[in-house]
C-alpha cells in the first residue's frame, strides 16, 4: 500500500473496517442490511464470501493485532513497520 501512495493509516483504517463487516457478517443476524449503506455493492459480495471461508483465519485476535498495529502507525520509526510486525505475529511466525 505504501509503495502505491497510500498511507499505512488510511490502508489500515479501510482494512480494519472490512475485518469488522466480516465478522459482523458471521455473528450478528441481519447485519447485511445495516451495512449495504456502509461498502458498495463490490465490497459487500467481498465481505459476505470472506465471511463464510474465513471461518478459521479471522478471529478477534487477527482484529485485535491489526489495530495494535493502526494505534502504532503515528509512533513508528520505520513506515510499514506496525503493519508488518502484525502480519508476523498474525501469521506466528
Known amino acids: 500500500a505504501v509503495e ?4 499505512e493509516k488510511v490502508f489500515l483504517d479501510l482494512l480494519l473496517r472490512k475485518m469488522r463487516a ?4 458471521r455473528f450478528v443476524a441481519n447485519s447485511r442490511k445495516e451495512m449495504a449503506n456502509d461498502f458498495p455493492a463490490e465490497d459487500i459480495a467481498l465481505i459476505e464470501e470472506l465471511s463464510k471461508n474465513a471461518i478459521q483465519t479471522l478471529t478477534s485476535r487477527e482484529l485485535a493485532e491489526v489495530l495494535k ?21 498474525i501469521s506466528g511466525k
Do not use: C, D, N, T
Open 69 to 89: 498495529a493502526y494505534e502504532s502507525v503515528r509512533v513508528a520509526v520505520v513506515p510499514g513497520l506496525a503493519l508488518e510486525l502484525a502480519i508476523l505475529r
Open 22 to 25: 466480516v465478522m459482523m457478517f
Open 4 to 7: 502505491r501512495g497510500v498511507e
